[in-house]
């Protein structure tokens, strides 16, 4: 089969199946229509107006308003924060915060991977778990994080960073506690405070609508992906105190990457556009209600949910009770075309290939109009066909 036959079965499955995976959306045919525009065969290596490549006054144009919108989705100011919006994804975004930040072979501290972190938050399979020195955290026997606890390890540990955010936590991240915590640690030889970063990849479209606190009174650096709540294609920014982003530019490039992907901008720009719409507000405030409604139902029906809700857009649901495996799970419902992730469950007793519990987010269904009642009919579907295999 063609490529481009293969291309039109995936959108069929696409528009088919009832996608509750967190960090997946459905982007807009204008974010489309960028990514598939002629940006992508322009070269611009260098920030704008600073290019190593001739032709660029356009191109330069959209990367300065992308920028400018992403402080303005946000509320900021451009004298306080600077943007870097060529990350490739969030990955890259990530790994140039700490080199550009605090430099390799630092104490960073994160949370793990197994309660609920990022790979790329010092994973031991993961470049950042070896280019830097990474403690963990976790969340307690409840699932919540325990923040005296996470000041506990920093004291010890005493990083040069702290990061914050996650990739299947179900309640909301306490930014004002996490600075409080990075301050405890004070690093005179280096003359400054301990730096927080918080990665709000999975949340930034929830905090751009409203629907979730924001980090930017407290961080002093935020990476982010754009295509999970925020509705934008598959890239990556960094907004990072003015103080911090002249370095954090230059581990972007050239540090670790070559060109910009300027179609990919340039879509990240139009989902920034529709982040300031006043329906995005509503986007993000549908997306928790579903959630807690799709918790809520599911918690009706004998699931046993993490943290018993959320607070967020997505949630955790240990399926170990109906004699099932996430991965199990999981497959039983792909067949019946419900698509989910497994995932690991806090103080998991199993592995991550083969976890105790799958996760569910309600990004994706918001984007296709579904709300509360339709939750409560898909909770229903779910019960149903992980109780038919008896
Ligand atoms: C998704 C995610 C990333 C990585 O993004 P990619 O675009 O897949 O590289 C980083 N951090 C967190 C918390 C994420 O959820």
Same mark, same amino acid.
């Given at each position: ?28 045919? $204008? ?16 920030? #704008? ?39 490739? #994804? ?8 700490? *080199? ?18 990022? *790979? ?18 976790? /969340?307690?026997?409840?699932?919540? *994080? ?52 918080? $990665? ?52 972007? %490039? ?15 720009? /139009? ?26 139902? *599911? ?11 959320? $607070? ?9 009770? %109906? ?24 103080? $998991? ?42």
């Amino acid at each position: 089969m063609s490529i481009k036959q293969l291309i039109k079965k995936e959108s069929a499955r696409q528009k088919k199946v009832i996608n509750l995976i967190p960090s997946e959306n459905y982007v807009s045919k $204008d974010i489309l229509a960028a990514l598939g525009s002629p940006l992508t065969n322009k070269y611009a290596e260098g920030k #704008s107006h600073q290019r190593y490549y001739f032709g660029n006054k356009i191109v330069d144009e959209i990367e300065d308003e992308v920028k400018k919108l992403a402080l303005k989705i946000f509320k900021l100011s451009d004298k306080k924060w600077g943007v870097n919006v060529q990350p490739y #994804s969030g990955s890259i975004a990530n790994l140039a915060a700490y *080199l550009g930040s605090v430099g390799p072979n630092a104490k960073i501290l994160a949370m793990s991977l197994e309660h609920g972190g990022h *790979l790329t938050h010092g994973h031991k399979v993961s470049w950042t778990g070896k280019l830097f020195k990474f403690e963990h955290y976790g /969340v307690g026997k409840d699932g919540w *994080l325990d923040y005296d606890e996470i000041e506990k390890i920093t004291q010890k540990f005493k990083p040069t960073l702290v990061i914050c955010g996650a990739t299947a936590y179900p309640r909301k991240l306490d930014f004002k506690k996490f600075r409080k915590i990075a301050d405890s640690v004070v690093h005179p030889e280096q003359g400054r405070r301990t730096l927080l970063l918080a $990665d709000i990849s999975h949340i930034a479209g929830l905090v751009a609508g409203g629907a979730h606190p924001s980090p930017f009174p407290y961080a002093d650096i935020v990476t982010s992906t754009t295509q999970k709540t925020l509705r934008g294609p598959r890239g990556a920014f960094i907004i990072a105190r003015k103080e911090l982003s002249d370095n954090i530019d230059k581990a972007v %490039f050239p540090g670790l990457q070559g060109g910009p992907h300027l179609h990919t901008i340039a879509g990240m720009g /139009v989902a920034f556009e529709e982040a300031l719409r006043p329906g995005f507000k509503n986007y993000a405030r549908q997306v928790v209600k579903n959630a807690k409604a799709l918790a809520s139902e *599911l918690k009706k029906l004998g699931f046993q949910i993490i943290t018993d809700g959320t $607070d967020n857009h997505l949630l955790l649901a240990d399926v170990t009770p %109906f004699g099932l495996t996430g991965k199990q799970a999981g497959e039983l419902l792909e067949k019946n075309n419900i698509i989910v992730n497994k995932n690991m469950i806090p103080n $998991d007793p199993r592995k991550p290939w083969d976890p105790s519990g799958i996760r569910l987010g309600t990004p994706a269904v918001t984007t296709q109009g579904m709300r509360e009642k339709d939750m409560a009919r898909i909770a229903k579907q779910i019960l149903k066909i992980l109780n038919f295999k008896f």
